[in-house]
């Protein structure tokens, strides 16, 4: 099934663990969201900013023990809206983005779907 | 020669002395007496009049030569009391007075001579005499004996105390140094703070006199414990309950360290406090440990998260690609038993990461052993990350082995190989579909680890109809994560696949 919030998405993950990532892609894929990425690397999540082309972005908060500020500050210097994934409790957030949405891992397809109809520019 | 000086007037009988006596007066207090005395008549007249003194036993053991003086003196004691003539045939008084102050120089030596000149009495008084009495003056006998046992008694005993509390302060002090424990005294009139050196350590100084006040050892604490440094210290002055409290402490490097204070207010007759008083001790390494044990609390939580969310992705996949629900169990078991071979690993290498020979060689190991698969390749350190994803691709081509390719027949084997190759110039194609990574541009600027799974002697390999979990793994997502090449091909002759790595601290040779 569908949701008609998801329609005409595309989606920007970024994740550095492959088996999470694809599965992520497959929950999206199944409700006809496009996916850019994954972005294993915070230089990797920034090249795929700068190319663009997404509307919303998923962004696991630690990426090869490296923390994504950088992202997320460029995220939203871009106006472009994100939700965190972490296994982290809400401590580990970058300090400047503390309001924005964040998913536990792990999580059910349908949390991220909601998020994402949730979230996404109107 | 002058006569006869009475030392001192006023000791007489009936003076203060008179109640030095023991509490019982029904039993009299046992006396060893010492008499050097060559005369028997002068003896006996000194045992009459020590018998006078009726609250002591004595017991008199009287020698007349030097020998026998100095053979009682080493080997005949206890003594209480040391009489001694002043001139003796082959003897003299002072000689003997010199032996006893040496010797025994607790005991009390009082002269008793026929004839004793002043100059004599001050130089024997100046040596240590404790008195003396002429004989034609006898009965003064018993009231300085009497008076020197009492001082003696009150003296040894005092002495006694002294060692004791000396014994007693050493035994403090080495149990305050073995704790490594610092002491200090806080005096609240004057502000003064006494601290012992182990205490000034505790604060990064080496002088104890450079804080000598509660205001110097302010100036030591970190600035954000202060204000509760102070309140704890008026609180257990105005409460009276023990002080204990931790705090940082700022050494005149500029390193800070932890110390842990605990004490208690001292207060005077009346119940007012006038100090403070305590130990101290530095905590930092504890501390540290408690840092360190969070860090490591909060990296097991993540850790564990991401491992849930891995099992979760593995489960939902292995759904997805499964052929009927009776295949689910089968597949999803054996790769949760592929992870957690990686956990074990990985575990013991202390999460530091692994080799590439370990990796290979923790799935392929019994068909190794069968002589079925060949490993080689140089040194290469992985990270964990990397370490596991590896391995569950392993595992994928060798459970897809077993199944369907070399592993399945007796003539099958898998050759596992890989080598560095230096940076310039990118390795020839083997003209399999290739699947590129996500387009990094440094890809081979590092040079990059080729590595090479072929398997030979099997069955005719079918090309699957559908991706399956196994390959979309190895294809996409570990081509992304390590930003490599992966070509996956399932050759009529054997699965083929070669992987392109860039070196990185990721992956890198030892």
Not at chain 1, 23 to 32: I, P, R, T, V
Not at chain 2, 93 to 111: E, T, Y
Not at chain 2, 114 to 131: S, V
Request: charged share 25%.
């Amino acid at each position: 099934m569908t949701d008609a919030n998801l329609s005409n998405l595309t989606v920007l993950i970024v994740e550095d663990e492959p088996l999470i990532a694809m599965s992520l892609e497959d929950a999206l894929l199944d409700q006809g969201v496009t996916c850019i990425g994954p972005a294993g690397s915070v230089s990797a999540a920034l090249e795929m900013i700068e190319a663009g082309g997404f509307e919303i972005a998923l962004l696991d908060v630690n990426l090869r023990g490296e923390r994504v500020d950088a992202v997320a500050d460029r995220l939203a210097a871009a106006g472009i809206p994100f939700i965190f994934t972490t296994g982290h409790g809400a401590e580990g957030l970058p300090d400047a983005h503390r309001e924005r949405p964040v998913i536990g891992k792990p999580f059910r397809d349908l949390d991220i779907t909601d998020a994402l109809a949730r979230h996404r520019p109107r | 020669m002058t006569q006869v000086m009475e030392p001192s007037a006023g000791h007489s009988a009936g003076s203060p002395f008179a109640d030095g006596g023991p509490a019982d007066p029904g039993r009299p207090i046992p006396c060893r007496v010492l008499l050097l005395e060559d005369s028997g008549m002068d003896a006996d007249l000194v045992c009459e009049h020590l018998k006078m003194i009726d609250d002591h036993a004595f017991d008199i053991h009287r020698v007349e030569t030097r020998q026998a003086f100095i053979d009682a003196i080493a080997d005949g004691g206890p003594y209480d009391l040391i009489l001694s003539d002043f001139d003796l045939p082959d003897f003299d008084g002072m000689s003997a007075l010199a032996i006893a102050r040496d010797r025994l120089p607790r005991v009390p030596f009082i002269f008793v001579s026929g004839m004793l000149g002043e100059e004599n009495a001050i130089e024997a008084l100046k040596k240590g005499a404790t008195d003396y009495v002429v004989k034609l003056r006898m009965e003064r006998l018993q009231v300085v004996v009497r008076r020197a046992l009492v001082e003696a008694r009150d003296r040894n005993e005092l002495a006694d105390k002294r060692a004791a509390l000396a014994e007693s302060e050493a035994r403090l002090r080495f149990a305050l140094e073995a704790g490594r424990l610092g002491s200090w005294e806080l005096t609240l009139a004057t502000n003064r703070l006494r601290v012992s050196s182990i205490c000034a350590a505790n604060l990064g100084i080496a002088d104890p006199a450079d804080i000598a006040t509660y205001d110097r050892l302010l100036e030591r604490v970190h600035p954000d414990d202060r204000e509760t440094q102070q309140a704890m210290v008026r609180q257990a002055v105005t409460s009276g309950l023990p002080l204990d409290m931790e705090y940082r402490t700022i050494w005149p490097d500029g390193s800070v360290h932890w110390v842990q204070v605990r004490g208690r207010a001292v207060y005077d007759k009346d119940g007012t406090p006038t100090g403070l008083a305590g130990v101290s001790l530095n905590i930092t390494d504890r501390k540290r440990a408690e840092e360190r044990q969070l860090l490591l609390l909060e990296e097991l939580n993540h850790r564990v998260k991401n491992t849930l969310a891995m099992v979760q992705s593995i489960a939902k996949q292995t759904l997805r690609a499964a052929p009927s629900v009776e295949a689910f169990p089968d597949a999803f078991q054996s790769r949760l038993r592929a992870l957690a071979q990686a956990h074990d690993l990985l575990t013991r290498r202390h999460w530091q990461g692994a080799s590439l020979s370990e990796i290979a060689a923790l799935t392929l190991e019994p068909h190794v052993d069968a002589g079925r698969v060949r490993v080689g390749g140089p040194p290469v350190n992985l990270t964990t990350g990397v370490a596991v994803s590896l391995h569950l691709a392993f595992h994928e081509l060798a459970t897809n082995a077993a199944k369907y390719g070399a592993l399945s027949a007796e003539s099958g084997r898998i050759d596992l190989d890989w080598e560095i190759t230096p940076p310039a110039g990118s390795p020839a194609r083997d003209g399999v579909a290739s699947h590129a990574g996500s387009g990094h541009s440094s890809r081979t600027a590092a040079g990059a680890l080729v590595l090479r799974w072929r398997e030979s002697g099997g069955p005719p390999v079918v090309p699957p109809t559908r991706r399956g979990f196994g390959s979309r793994l190895i294809e996409r997502g570990l081509a992304h994560e390590l930003e490599g090449d992966v070509a996956l091909a399932f050759d009529p002759a054997g699965v083929r696949c070669r992987l392109v790595i860039p070196l990185s601290s990721r992956v890198n040779p030892q």
